[in-house]
């Protein structure tokens, strides 16, 4: 597990890397990402070493690293961290170099997911020329209504589901319609992250925790029931 040092958006990514116990993992928060390129180029220091890590993780560490309470948050509401926050982070919390190690960890990060204090989804930067914004502010409102809009999935509330206030003003029926549905189209189809499989594995193995789901500077949260 690694505690992410604060620094300034200029400063390199440092963390600290520490041994626990698996029984650790309430107190971690594990980070769902997609690594694409498997290059990796872009250094971070790791105890003070340096440790190459791809374009896709750094990016990562370094939006994650704007949440440190240190660089001006100060609103108790906000979701911070501390230097004391722990993350899981395969890449580094897994020796990539070690088959052997690798070979005993990854049959574990079920586990990992499963049982973390929080799993954080990192989508990778906006896409230019997309509404990601827009978007945002148009999925927060419908995950925050899931569990009313699963009432109406049945033939005899078809009409209501259709007639369903997603907002003010904007109804279910015309969703499609709203000038952000096109950049929810875009966050979604356009990122090989909806295509890895571990994306929803991770995701899905989530119990009785929070998640939430980073795309370049915006963000949305919500609770998962055990």
């Known amino acids: 597990m690694l505690e992410l040092i604060p620094g300034a958006a200029s400063d390199p990514v440092q963390v600290r890397l520490f041994h626990k116990k698996l029984s650790h993992m309430p107190h971690c928060i594990a980070l769902s990402y997609e690594w ?27 939006r994650l690293r704007t949440f440190h309470g240190s660089n001006g948050c100060l609103d108790p509401d906000e979701f911070m961290i501390t230097n004391r926050t722990l993350f899981w982070v395969d890449a580094i919390s897994i020796n990539q170099e070690d088959l052997d190690e690798r070979s005993q960890q990854v049959p574990l990060m079920s586990s990992v997911y499963k049982n973390a204090a929080m799993v954080i989804v990192w989508l990778g930067d906006e896409l230019s020329g997309t509404a990601t914004k827009e978007a945002w502010d148009l999925m927060a409102p419908l995950s925050d209504r899931v569990e009313d809009f699963d009432r109406f999935l049945d033939g005899e509330n078809n009409e209501r589901y259709e007639n369903f206030e997603v907002q003010p003003g904007l109804v279910l029926d015309d969703l499609s319609e709203h000038k952000a549905w096109d950049g929810i189209m875009d966050l979604f189809a356009s990122r090989t992250v909806f295509m890895r499989l571990w994306t929803f594995q991770e995701v899905g193995l989530v119990q009785s925790t929070a998640i939430m789901v980073l795309c370049g500077g915006d963000q949305s949260s919500f609770e998962v029931g055990s």
Do not use: H, K, Q, W
């Open 36 to 62: 694409g390129s498997p290059t990796r180029d872009f250094p971070i220091l790791c105890n003070g070493r340096t440790l190459m890590v791809t374009e896709s993780l750094v990016t990562a560490l370094r």
